[in-house]
């Protein structure tokens, strides 16, 4: 089963008048990761319970696969919530865990001990399905919050910054088994995160919000490469926002070329920072904001630069990409 995901004019105001989320369109394709991304306070997770029903709607419409779920309970929109700390019931085992919402919905022990079953072997976990919670990794944890989630068949699996409790290495390990995951079961994950590298790993379809809004939807490709604004371009990192003419455009710091400078210039680099496989060259000057030069180890190695070096920066003009 593939369902599509529609947010149209979605906004909640909190009491107090704090506006979480301002007329959020979006629509998101059947089978799509999602993510949502921006910083933290934007919105995120309340546009998430939304979706999911923990969290009532100001105004706006979400539709699943047509049907405006609005006003339904959590339970009757299809949908499956995965928490930041997954919230397992520490005196259940991983099995009963997994089952939990089958048996608040009346299925027999028998049917929903070997649905469970399923479910762990899916996420690698059926030797661990006698233990409890408090006797399993972090990484362990979270592939049983999964089958829990999974369990109830959901066309939409919303996942709350799912990768944050996890150190870096499992982090990018549970990175991809979640997209594998996503690929299998075919049906649209959304996924808060605060981390431009992670939407831009496993994202089909970014919205990055700023401010309770969107500030720019599309492609992991689109929204690194086509920053439409100054926030965009300096929040997903890697680029250079310049001052030209009048104009504001940004510029990836790997297109940003220095060369060394006979006679003292404007620009001085000021600090080089080794990154394992590239070399990233701060130059400051009294013209611009400090500007980013990203190098290959290799082309640094070629051509060093030093701290307190005169430098020119130079660009390809087919490289600059206009800001709003
Ligand atoms: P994010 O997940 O992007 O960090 P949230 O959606 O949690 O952001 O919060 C968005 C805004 O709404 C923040 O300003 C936050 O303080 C506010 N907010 C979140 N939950 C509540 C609540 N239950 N009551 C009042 N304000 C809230
Ligand atoms: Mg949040």
């Known amino acids: 089963m593939t369902s599509s995901l529609t947010l149209s004019n979605v906004t ?38 939304m979706i999911a029903g923990h969290e009532s709607v100001t105004s706006g419409d979400i539709l699943i696969d047509g049907t405006n779920v609005v006003g339904l309970a959590p339970a009757k929109r299809g949908t499956a919530m995965m928490f930041q700390n997954y919230a397992l019931f520490p005196h259940l085992s991983v099995i009963e865990n997994t089952a939990f919402s089958l048996k608040m919905r009346g299925v027999g022990k028998v ?86 590298d992670e939407a831009l790993a496993l994202a089909d379809q970014i919205v990055l919000m700023n401010n309770a809004e969107i500030e720019q939807a599309g ?29 504001r455009f940004a510029l990836r710091t790997d297109h940003t070329r220095l060369i060394h400078s006979s006679e003292p210039t404007a620009s001085t680099v000021s600090f080089v920072e080794f990154l394992g496989s590239r070399v990233e060259i701060t130059v400051s000057s009294n013209i611009q904001a400090d500007l980013i030069a990203t190098l290959t180890d290799e082309e640094f190695r070629q051509a060093p630069f030093m701290a307190g070096d005169s430098v020119g920066v130079q660009w390809s003009t087919e490289n600059l990409h206009p800001l709003n």
Request: charged letters at 25%.
């Open 12 to 49: 909640k105001r909190y009491e107090k008048n704090v506006l979480a989320v301002n007329n959020f369109s979006q629509e998101f394709e059947a089978g799509s990761y999602v993510c949502l991304l921006g910083p933290s306070g934007c919105g995120k997770t309340t546009t998430l319970r």
């Open 111 to 196: 049917e929903r001990l070997k649905r469970a079953e399923e479910l762990l072997s899916m996420v690698d976990m059926s030797a661990y399905a006698q233990r409890l919670p408090e006797q399993l990794s972090g990484g362990q944890q979270q592939r049983v919050a999964l089958a829990r989630a999974l369990i109830s068949n959901p066309s939409v699996l919303l996942l709350d910054e799912p990768l944050s409790a996890l150190d870096p290495f499992l982090r990018i390990r549970m990175r991809s088994e979640l997209s594998k995951l996503q690929k299998e079961l075919g049906i649209i994950f959304v996924h808060v995160t605060h981390s431009q």
């Open 219 to 247: 492609s992991p490709e689109d929204i690194f490469n086509k920053p439409q604004s100054e926030f965009v371009a300096r929040f997903m990192g890697g680029h250079n926002v310049l001052d030209i003419n009048g104009s």
